[in-house]
């Protein structure tokens, strides 16, 4: 059995004997250390200097220690992110458990740069982007440990390591570390929630996947919005615009009658019912479902734009325009509303989440009217 591979993120030319005094602790711990100044690191000799430092944290880390000191480091020239800031995104992505270590002098003056960031600080750092790294990891809610020598790392490592030792004992004598392979391309929080199952996991759960998988919706509609999808425009008679809406509303109205399904009926019984436990894998594939649907959706609202009918017709389309996203804008509430209860302090008692898809006054117009329509389809010819 390989031994646990702990990479080491920071700049070298400052940091550098920090690094090897680390090198010593974990492989003194009996651990592999991954430093990318030593001849033991892994190269893909075509592949460049900044890959090669991501590559190793995404396929060989276990766990990254990340240690932020006064410099910024080198940069990516396309990006012009720190390479630091990169492996440490990278380790995110994969989901890997990481310790993070910020010099106190530079941890200490981070409130006074927030309330001052035209100040000068050259002397604590070289570039004030590292107090924006900083800031981003605390928003992520870090849990972020001050040094100010090798050994305050060691020690608190050496800790750290220790309780996450125990913690994954826990874990497998409670039944819960079998990892879940089928939830591996989600989040790491998500997969967290559903590893670990605490208090109202199901909810946890449901409020994780569907923020993160509504992005992709939210950037497909800024794009439509800003003019960056192209939809090939067509001009329809009268007769051909009668039958196009005649097949296309009945496969929309199909569609949400799906979508209301599986918000009203589907993603509940994800939950589980009567006490009983829900299943991470039957939520994931529900609001796969209704994101899915909500993709479909949103082809629609392109498809009708860019339909155009002659002037008779032009109230029909005027009150397509807009309808489609109506039924994305309530499922983007979803998560707000689920978030309410939880976001007490200690959330306690009965809570009752009513989820029903509204049908907006405008979708019952104008079903009605293309209704009406359809059947009086001659006198419209």
């Given amino acids: 059995m390989s031994k646990t591979k702990i990479f080491i993120s920071s700049t070298y030319y400052d940091l550098s ?5 680390l090198k010593d602790c974990i492989e003194g711990l009996g651990h592999e250390p991954i430093l990318s100044e030593f001849d033991s690191f892994p190269v893909i000799p075509d592949v460049n200097t900044i890959d090669n430092c991501k590559r190793n944290v995404y396929n060989e880390a276990d766990i990254l220690v990340l240690i932020i000191g006064g410099k910024r480091g080198s940069l990516d020239p396309e990006s012009k992110i720190s390479i630091t800031n990169l492996e440490y995104n990278t380790s995110k992505d994969k989901g890997i458990d990481s310790f993070v270590f910020v010099k106190k002098s530079i941890l200490d003056i981070l409130p006074m740069w927030e309330n001052n960031p035209g100040s000068d600080f050259s002397s604590h750092v070289d570039d004030t982007k590292l107090f924006e790294f900083i800031k981003n990891i605390k928003n992520e809610q870090k849990w972020i440990f001050k040094f100010e020598s090798s050994n305050d790392i060691i020690n608190i490592l050496k800790n750290q390591l220790s309780h996450f030792l125990k913690y994954l004992i826990d874990q497998k004598n409670e039944g819960k570390l079998k990892p879940l392979i089928e939830l ?18 199901e909810y946890l759960l449901t409020i994780e996947l569907f923020e993160s998988k509504l992005e992709k919706i939210k950037n497909k509609q800024k794009n ?4 960056h999808i192209f939809s090939k425009a067509k001009s329809l008679d009268l007769l051909a615009y009668l039958n196009y809406l005649k097949d296309r509303f ?23 019912s009567n006490g009983q436990s829900g299943d991470p894998i039957v939520i994931r594939d529900s609001i796969d479902n209704i994101i899915n649907i909500c ?3 949103l082809d629609f609202e392109i498809e009708f734009s860019s339909t155009y009918p002659p002037d008779k017709m032009s109230s029909i389309k005027a009150k397509l325009t807009g309808l489609a996203l109506s039924f994305i804008e309530q499922i983007e509430k979803i998560p707000k509303e689920m978030s309410k209860p939880l ?4 959330p306690s008692g009965t809570y009752k989440i009513d989820l029903v898809l509204k049908m907006p006054d405008s979708y019952l117009e104008l079903t009605e009217h293309v209704e009406e329509i359809i059947k009086n389809i001659d ?3």
Wanted: proline content about 3%; hydrophobic content about 35%; charged content about 30%.
């Fill in 295 to 297: 993709d479909n959706i």
């Fill in 379 to 381: 006198k419209y010819i």
């Fill in 17 to 21: 004997q920090v690094r090897e005094n």
């Fill in 343 to 346: 976001e007490r302090a200690n």
């Fill in 184 to 201: 591996n391309n989600e989040s790491a929080r998500a997969q967290s929630i559903a590893k670990d199952k605490p208090d109202l996991w």
């Fill in 250 to 272: 009945v496969d929309f109205e199909s569609l949400v009658n799906i979508l209301k399904h599986n918000i009203e009926v589907t993603l509940p019984d994800s939950w589980g």
């Fill in 224 to 227: 439509y919005n800003a003019g």
